[in-house]
């Protein structure tokens, strides 16, 4: 093998190893074929040189060296460095780093130490040691579990407890967890009211109630068991059906359950007086909204929506319009259910009388199978005949329904949009109560998301409310005119006799 071929050999071999411009080292011979070796110069004749590297030294002819470029070995280098940096962070930083690349590992960790003396906040050099940055200061893993701990029990002495990812009253943390204090003891918010009811009944309504429970609802009623079961359950589908079409988002889920909606079944029309006079039961217990009492002083149900969703009827206000009180009391509250899901989903902002009756009526419906009378005529809160009758029976709706005259005849969705529940009359009522059926069927989304936004009080950016008309358009994607065609070719296949699907 020729000497040049025995150097080529050679120099591949160094060159494979890795010995390029990353390795410490003092000078850089480049070669005419464009290759270089770092390495330091051990031996400089005429006719050759010999360079030290990292895998051993290496003889080069001068004919292939294009020229020698000389460099300070990495050790010198570090140390003209970190003389000129000074106490600057930024140079410091800039020097930690050629260490690192030069694999200089213990300089590179004293370095960091010096790079946080100089500037104690210092992100790159913090992360590069393990720090933890916390309330805008950084902290080794254990000094910073030390500091939580000692901060834990600052505020612990201070009566602070830890929740919901801060630190408040221990009292304010129980009412968030929906508890109250009373009689000397933290106890569910709804378990205060249920106390102070049956406190209060006997003292200022003059009876005494039993409560069945279930998840959202207290029903108070006199003693039987076995229709308080049922009333439960049938308001508890009713809830479970509207969220299943409705889909409250979290915020909405949480105003609908944050209390349980009441419902007091009393012994007679007189109790309802009582419950709602000024100064009496409801004021009481429910600190009830300015003006409710004279409003339903002479009623004999009502339902209250907010801030404590109550329902109140009589066992007397149910003897007329079924065979039996109790499937009159039954359809009465699964209707007054369907007021209360819809008014609870919105806030209690206003919403389009179509919408609330049809709701209304839609429940009732559907969660007593069609066995009651329904009201399809409401003329105001005044205290002389409050209800109109027009189509008595949900049987007598579909049977008329069959019916393409009598279809025409009912108002236009476009006439409904802007009436509100107490202005709605017997036809238009039916209308609502078919279109709320058809929708629930068909467009539960859509119908959701105008109940959501019809009335909703945000404005925009140019100061403008929504207006029902745009939010009409966008939620059912048609005009008035439109859905009313589509309504009519559903509605043509309206069975002659109710049922459920």
């Not at 906040?121 to 916390?134: F, I, M, P, T």
């Not at 004999?300 to 319009?321: A, N």
Request: net charge negative; proline share 5%; hydrophobic share 40%.
């Amino acid at each position: 093998m020729s000497r040049r071929s025995h150097f080529a050999t050679a120099l591949c071999a160094v060159l494979s190893l890795g010995v390029l411009a990353s390795w410490a080292s003092a000078d850089v011979v480049h070669l005419k074929d464009g290759k270089k070796v770092e390495g330091k110069i051990v031996s400089d004749t005429p006719a050759a040189i010999e360079v030290e590297t990292k895998f051993g030294k290496l003889k080069i002819e001068r004919n292939q060296i294009a020229r020698i470029e000389a460099k300070r070995m990495p050790a010198e280098e570090f140390k003209a460095r970190l003389e000129a940096a000074g106490t600057d962070a930024a140079k410091l930083w800039s020097v930690a780093v050629f260490a690192k690349e030069n694999r200089m590992k213990d300089d590179y960790e004293r370095l960091l130490t010096k790079v946080i003396e100089a500037d104690p906040q210092h992100r790159e050099a913090n992360e590069a040691l393990g720090n933890v940055q916390h309330e805008g200061r950084w902290y080794t893993p254990e000094a910073l579990a030390k500091e939580k701990a000692a901060f834990a029990k600052r505020m612990t002495d201070d009566g602070m407890v830890f929740y919901n990812g801060r630190w408040i009253p221990a009292d304010s943390a129980k009412r968030e967890q929906g508890l109250e204090q009373y009689e000397g003891e933290w106890i569910p918010n709804a378990e205060i009211y249920k106390r102070k009811a049956a406190k209060l009944m006997p003292e200022l309504l003059g009876v005494t109630l039993k409560t069945y429970e279930s998840e959202h609802f207290q029903v108070r009623m006199e003693n039987d068991d076995a229709l308080g079961a049922d009333v439960t359950t049938l308001l508890e589908d009713a809830f479970a059906e509207f969220v299943t079409a409705f889909k409250p988002n979290e915020l909405e889920a949480r105003l609908m359950t944050f209390y349980p909606t009441v419902v007091y079944v009393l012994p007679e029309s007189g109790t309802v007086t009582k419950f709602v006079e000024p100064g009496g039961y409801m004021d009481q217990l429910y600190n009830s909204p300015k003006g409710i009492n004279e409003r339903y002083l002479d009623a004999t149900s009502f339902p209250v929506f907010f801030p404590r969703p109550v329902i109140v009827t009589s066992i007397g206000r149910h003897l007329k319009g079924s065979d039996s009180w109790t499937v009159s009391l039954m359809g009465f509250l699964s209707h007054y259910e369907g007021n209360m899901l819809i008014r609870r989903f919105t806030r209690n902002h206003p919403i389009p009388g179509w919408l609330e009756a049809g709701m209304a009526s839609y429940f009732e419906a559907r969660l007593n199978g069609f066995q009651t009378l329904s009201i399809t005529e409401y003329t105001g809160f005044e205290h002389v005949k409050k209800w109109e009758q027009g189509l008595e029976t949900f049987p007598e709706w579909f049977k008329k329904m069959n019916d393409a005259q009598f279809r025409a005849s009912l108002p236009p969705i476009s006439s409904l949009r802007t009436k509100m529940v107490e202005e709605v009359n017997s036809r238009e009522l039916v209308k609502s109560f078919f279109l709320v059926a058809w929708l629930m069927k068909t467009k539960p989304d859509a119908l959701a998301n105008y109940a959501r936004h019809v009335y909703e009080r945000i404005e925009t950016t140019r100061n403008e409310q929504r207006t029902e008309e745009s939010v009409f358009a966008e939620s059912f994607g048609m005009t008035p005119e439109e859905m009313d065609a589509a309504f009519e070719d559903w509605a043509k296949s309206i069975p002659a006799i109710p049922k459920l699907d």
